[in-house]
T-cell receptor
Framework: GAVVSQHPSRVICKSGTSVKIECRSL??????MFWYRQFPKKSLMLMAT?????????EQGVEKDKFLINHASLTLSTLTVTSAHPEDSSFYIC??????????FGPGTRLTVL | AQSVTQPDIHITVSEGASLELRCNYS??????LFWYVQSPGQGLQLLLK??????LVQGIKGFEAEFKRSQSSFNLRKPSVHWSDAAEYFC??????????????FGTGTRLTIIP
């Protein structure tokens, strides 16, 4: 199967700082990647759809100025949590779409904001 | 609104026993349905999917699921579970977003515990 990596797997940062999370499709090109957020004992919630070479589309209620998404190449999308606050602490998961209705998921990044 | 419901938050099953995880969906059109498994430290892995055709779908690791339109259900089954099946299981449905992309909507998940 296709492989999607995320880096870092865990990050702890101070309140007010920014954190960048990388999502890479290792063995296929992905024009579309997705970013999800998962709260403890909760489902995955789609935050935004990242399209290579164009602006990301954000789901309702997701602050685009806080969660900056860049999809600069066909194998890399980044999510930057700006001016992080403790309530941003969560598990962030990306996926890369190889073809329609076929997504492969990264292992996730645990963000803790102190 | 489109949604996916997994009524069971946590299920405990003895090793070797059969398993059924429930999933109900609400979607106006013919749904594209998925079951994923999430293990600690690993990404979501696709177990199986249903798009059309035979309503009984075979997946990996010995799992199967049956699509029942009349009941709006897509329950996951396994005849004999193994200790390695302990994980979180998510049912999901694809909808087309306002921007034309397919969008996976997940259920809240069912945590499966296996006891000896």
């Amino acid at each position: 199967g296709a492989v999607v990596s995320q880096h870092p797997s865990r990050v702890i940062c101070k309140s007010g700082t920014s954190v960048k999370i990388e999502c890479r499709s290792l063995d296929f090109q992905a024009t579309t990647m997705f970013w999800y957020r998962q709260f403890p004992k909760k489902s995955l919630m789609l935050m935004a759809t990242s399209n290579e070479g164009s602006k990301a589309t954000y789901e309702q209620g997701v602050e685009k100025d806080k969660f900056l998404i860049n999809h600069a190449s066909l194998t890399l999308s980044t999510l930057t949590v700006t001016s992080a606050h403790p309530e941003d602490s969560s598990f962030y998961i990306c996926s890369a779409r190889r073809r329609i209705n076929e997504q492969f998921f990264g292992p996730g990044t645990r963000l803790t904001v102190l | 609104a489109q949604s996916v419901t997994q009524p069971d938050i946590h299920i405990t099953v003895s090793e070797g026993a059969s398993l059924e995880l429930r999933c109900n969906y609400s979607y106006g059109a013919t749904p594209y349905l998925f079951w994923y498994v999430q293990s600690p430290g690993q990404g979501l892995q696709l177990l199986l999917k249903y798009f059309s055709g035979d309503t009984l779908v075979q997946g990996i690791k010995g799992f199967e699921a049956e699509f029942k339109r009349s009941q709006s259900s897509f329950n996951l089954r396994k005849p004999s579970v193994h200790w390695s099946d302990a994980a979180e299981y998510f049912c999901a449905v694809v909808i087309i977003s306002n921007f034309g992309n397919e969008k996976l909507t997940f259920g809240t998940g069912t945590r499966l515990t296996i006891i000896p």
